[in-house]
């Protein structure tokens, strides 16, 4: 992350009252620190501009195919630096914790994916943005099952074998904004801008790349 976004140095903790403590000798924190699978967070110690990072591990009963998995999360500020940087941060968080898939997205997509999940079997058939319904990450069969789109997408190999990317035939459009990981990976961005649900050619661009990848979600 540091050498995908720059400037950015993550070398502080948060104290019990969520402010900023330097962490000269951060390597070693963290190791120190591990526990239950996961770190605690890490941040870039400047309150006005918070960048974050953290990782925690979810049990298999939470997890595609009953594995256990490691999952990490990092938050920052969406400005034109973050917006420009995007893909190469994931890809940096990405490869680093040699993630099934990821994804990079603006604040209130989780609310949105909420809305995609079937709790019910019979429940509706489509998301009151007219998304598909999606299966419950705990039901799905496998980890490289990436659950959910998001606006920048990281597909591990394995991942994009599972939804079959790339077709040249078909997948022109998500190839001329996507490109390939040094692990055989791909990061695939769906929109120019960060995805906006209330834009119409942003929704359209989902619906069709859900359209195109039934896999995605276990549909």
């Not at 490691?70 to 680093?96: K, N, Q, R, W, Y």
């Not at 909420?114 to 598909?132: F, I, M, N, T, V």
């Not at 039901?139 to 597909?155: D, R």
């Not at 040249?168 to 990061?187: F, K, N, Q, V």
Request: glycine content about 10%; some cysteine.
């Amino acid at each position: 992350m540091e050498k995908a976004l720059p400037g950015v140095q993550l070398a502080w903790r948060l104290s019990d009252r969520g402010r900023p403590i330097a962490l000269p000798r951060r390597d070693e924190w963290i190791l120190e620190k591990i526990e239950d699978g996961g770190f605690p967070i890490v941040c870039n110690g400047n309150e006005s501009y918070p960048v974050t990072v953290m990782g925690w591990g979810r049990p298999g009963i939470l997890k595609p195919g009953g594995q256990p998995q490691f999952e990490v999360h990092a938050e920052m500020p969406l400005d034109e630096p973050v917006i420009t940087a995007a893909s190469a941060l994931l890809e940096a968080v990405a490869e680093g914790a040699r993630s099934f898939w990821g994804h990079a997205s603006p604040y209130g997509y989780g609310s949105e994916v909420s809305r995609q999940y079937r709790r019910a079997p019979d429940g509706p058939e489509q998301s009151p943005r007219g998304l598909p319904m999606l299966t419950l990450p705990q039901q799905l069969p496998a980890p490289e099952i990436p659950c959910f789109l998001g606006w920048v997408n990281y597909w591990s190999a394995a991942a994009a074998e599972v939804i079959g990317f790339p077709d040249p035939a078909r997948d022109a459009e998500l190839l001329s904004r996507a490109r390939r990981t040094p692990s055989g990976g791909w990061i695939v961005q769906l929109t120019d801008t960060p995805l906006d649900y209330d834009n119409p050619d942003h929704l359209a661009a989902l619906k069709r790349t859900y359209e195109r990848f039934p896999a995605i979600g276990g549909r």
